[in-house]
């Protein structure tokens, strides 16, 4: 086996053994040691390359979301008008929970991480408003809050159902969103 010095992937394979074995046996299965043999790459280079297990979460988590952040950007860079952006946002939700289950369960490791410990929530912040950044290039910034919440919704029960809403539902949940409310009488003010 090479050397930290002249293996430059090592680091990169040890973030990617950690993503997998969060994904496989969650964060409390996380353990250096565990790490290592799946890199495979002597034990040592766990502290090397990273100052503790936190240290090494945090980069992984923040890998994933840049993949998540991507992808946001593959859906929405296209879109002229707003109803193609919708149709985008559509697209997107589907493909989000049609896609990968290691990425499903790689959100929600996040997500508990992050309930519980303050550090994460940064985290979770950071890539809530990158993806909002997407969705501000179509519609106003409190919409765009609204729907990143709806996407995150949609996602996951459509990935967690049986029997999987289709995309019509989709796109009509998405339209209501981004459709400006007409004043009513009684309503207060603005």
Known sequence: ??????DPQRRERIIAATLDLIAEEGVAGVSHRKIAARAGVPLGSMTYHFSGIDDLLREAFGRFTDHFVAVFDAYLAAPAGRDEARAAVADLVHALSEGSRR??????????????????RELTQTWMRRSRIHLEKH???????QLDALIEGLTLHRALATEPHGR??????ITRITTPRRREPGDGPR
Not at 1 to 6: D, E, P, Y
Not at 103 to 120: G, K, M, N, S, W
Not at 139 to 145: E, G, I, V
Not at 168 to 173: G, N, R, V
């Open 1 to 6: 086996m090479a050397t930290g010095h002249t």
């Open 103 to 120: 990425d499903l369960v790689l959100t929600q490791e996040l997500y508990t991480l992050a309930a519980r410990r303050p550090a994460y």
């Open 139 to 145: 519609f106003d910034p409190d919409t765009a809050r």
């Open 168 to 173: 019509d539902l989709t796109l009509e949940a």
